[in-house]
């Protein structure tokens, strides 16, 4: 197996991760780093695709290693965004939960004794 098969299952593994943790985890925060963690997946793709594409005795195409710095940069400044959103409706309601409490499932239990 050849370094940049290596490094498209490894990031093919990433991709699957973030996904994963994007659907089934409910916690603003945890989607947040699952987002992230996808991401870190794209990125290590367009980095491998960067380095295949590149000629021979060259160390990568210079264009896609830019695109990846500012995409870099901005999943960091989008991951701030988040998190600050995040502690802002913790301030707000107490709860880092998007849902409302109204909106709670009720439990059988707790409609007889209404």
């Known amino acids: ?3 940049p098969t290596l ?3 490894c990031a093919a593994v990433l991709i699957g991760l973030g996904l994963y943790g994007l659907i089934v985890n409910p916690h603003p925060l945890r989607k947040i780093m ?3 963690v996808m991401g870190n997946g794209i990125f290590l793709v367009a980095a491998v ?9 060259m160390g990568g195409d210079p264009v896609p290693q830019a695109l990846l710095i500012t995409a870099l940069v901005v ?3 989008a991951s701030a965004l988040g998190v600050a959103l995040v502690l802002r409706l913790f301030e707000e309601t107490g709860s880092a939960s ?3 409490p109204e909106a709670a499932p ?3 239990a707790a409609e007889s004794e209404v």
Do not use: D, E, K, S
């Open 7 to 9: 490094l498209g299952l």
């Open 49 to 57: 695709i960067a380095r295949r594409g590149a000629g021979a005795g």
């Open 34 to 36: 699952a987002f992230n």
């Open 75 to 77: 999943a960091f400044a």
């Open 98 to 100: 998007l849902t409302a």
């Open 1 to 3: 197996m050849n370094t």
């Open 106 to 108: 009720r439990t059988p």
